[in-house]
């Protein structure tokens, strides 16, 4: 198995899927991330002030109206290390001293630091002094301290002989904060949820396994066709059965195994057009198939676990090929989780394929069949569950079994158990013309069908192709949902959209 066909592949197509799919719960995220941040920033986020004055620094060690690039860069250069001595210890305890004392303030060195930065211009001989503080009349207090003391304080007995500085930009008492940015945190808290959440999408998406569509299934089919697709569907009378039924569908009874209810869920005229077209292209698919068997072709479904839907698959195709008028017989090969007689609501306890292969019955076409249970189809149901359904399928009874059916019969299809599950579906191999290998949409999962493949293929079993069930009549699963109402194809149909095990 190609190793490429395991995982997604991270394209452009990839990702905007991703996007498309999940738009409106990213746009959630984003409204929600927005108002966080909005919330956040109004309610814990205290409003800081600041005041900011300008200085600038004159080279006074050349003559009147002489300057050039030298001096000019001098006098920068002057203007970034008094940028720096702001900074410093010995000029914070000078402004401290003389604001706490001016104000009757306590301020400490410690926040006064916090509260103080400096900068310079490059290549100007110019630096600034911002203070910030949440109380905007401290912050004004403090730089009117700064301006006063500045020219004094950065300049010693060296460096007064070569530069001098004067305040050239005084400081305000500030009207708005500088901080926070309210616009801009909303907008950054917004942007933030929804790549949050696009990331778990995609890592969601990326890291599926699962099976939602013909294309994922054929990435992973190694070249063996789909031969069909079974939209979800149910209908009014089944609808009713499920209001008033105790037993509901996928429901787990007191010992943990899971009860369907099968009532309604057969091809008749009130099955709904999409599911109709569905079987028929099955059908025509699989009589394709079956043109390279000069005799009647024997079909087995199988699956990798349980779940997929294959027995209703399997019963609905066996009924489209007898619509045709065709002698078709259906047997029931899962002897250990036998279905066939309650879709056909056919006695769970008569003889059938247990007993045909125990040898009960020496005639078991005739014994151990129900004759016309669908129109043209006899139906072989499981009979008493045996011990040794493994053992039973590939004895030399079944083998004869199915050359008698073949005599008998126009087609033959056999219900089989998940091959991932147990050993059953694999040992009839030698006598089935093609298996059919049912993978149910959102629900199969990729490994499973690889392993399910790799099985077949070791055996060198004739794989028909996958048929994918139980497909989304909405939008990206389906090219079935342009019949869910009325065309000059079908009748009137109304869009069913509940699902039910196939």
């Not at 010693?156 to 930009?169: A, G, M, P």
């Not at 209703?312 to 250990?336: E, H, P, T, Y």
């Not at 279905?339 to 125990?358: M, Y």
């Amino acid at each position: 198995m190609n190793e490429q066909t395991k995982t997604n592949e991270i394209t452009l197509s990839f990702l905007v899927t991703v996007f498309t799919k999940r738009l409106i719960l990213l746009m959630l995220a984003l409204v929600v991330g927005a108002a966080g941040a909005f919330a956040f920033t109004k309610v814990f986020v205290d409003p800081v002030y600041s005041s900011t004055a300008e200085f600038s620094v004159e080279n006074t060690s050349i003559e009147a109206g002489v300057m050039n690039s030298g001096y000019q860069a001098g006098a920068a250069q002057y203007a970034a290390n008094y940028a720096n001595e702001v900074k410093g210890n010995v000029y914070l305890s000078q402004i401290l001293k003389a604001y706490n004392e001016e104000y009757g303030k306590d301020l400490t060195l410690k926040q006064l630091r916090k509260k103080i930065s400096s900068s310079s211009k490059s290549s100007l001989p110019v630096f600034t002094v911002k203070v910030s503080s949440t109380d905007r009349q401290e912050a004004f207090d403090i730089l009117q301290v700064i301006e006063r003391m500045t020219p004094e304080l950065v300049l010693n007995e060296n460096t007064k002989v070569y530069t001098n500085v004067k305040l050239i930009e005084y400081g305000s008492l500030a009207e708005t904060p500088d901080s926070p940015n309210t616009l801009l945190n909303t907008a950054i808290g917004g942007m933030l949820a929804f790549i949050f959440v696009y990331v778990l999408f995609f890592l969601k998406a990326f890291l599926d396994k699962t099976v939602y569509d013909e294309d994922s299934l054929k990435n992973t089919s190694s070249g063996i066709p789909v031969v069909g697709q079974i939209p979800s569907w149910s209908n009014k009378k089944a609808e009713d059965t499920k209001k008033h039924s105790a037993q509901v569908l996928d429901t787990p009874n007191a010992s943990g195994h899971i009860q369907r209810n099968y009532d309604h869920r057969l091809l008749a005229e009130e099955t709904p057009f999409s599911i109709s077209e569905s079987f028929k292209t099955l059908r025509t698919n699989l009589m394709y198939v079956a043109l390279k068997d000069h005799q009647c072709p024997v079909f087995a479904v199988t699956s990798g676990f349980a779940g997929a839907g294959k027995s209703l698959v399997i019963a609905n195709v066996a009924v489209s090929f007898a619509q045709l008028g065709k002698k078709v017989l259906l047997i029931d090969g899962d002897m250990r989780c036998p279905v066939q007689h309650k879709i056909f609501d056919l006695p769970a306890d008569q003889h059938g394929l247990s007993e045909a292969l125990a040898g009960i019955d020496e005639n078991p076409l005739e014994a151990c069949v129900t004759k016309n249970a669908y129109e043209t189809l006899d139906v072989m149901t499981c009979g008493h569950i045996p011990p040794n359904p493994s053992e039973l399928l590939a004895s030399e009874r079944m083998r004869s079994l199915l050359t008698a059916a073949k005599e008998k019969y126009d087609y033959v299809f056999i219900d089989l158990p998940p091959l991932l599950e147990t050993a059953d579906a694999g040992v009839l191999t030698s006598v089935v013309s093609s298996y059919i290998i049912v993978a149910r949409a959102g629900y199969s999962k990729v490994d499973a069908i690889s392993e399910v493949i790799d099985k077949l293929l070791a055996t060198r079993a004739n794989i028909a192709g996958f048929v994918l069930n139980d497909v989304s009549a909405k939008g990206s699963y389906g090219y079935y949902s342009h019949y869910s109402n009325y065309n000059k194809y079908g009748k009137y149909v109304h869009r069913t959209e509940n699902k039910s095990e196939q």
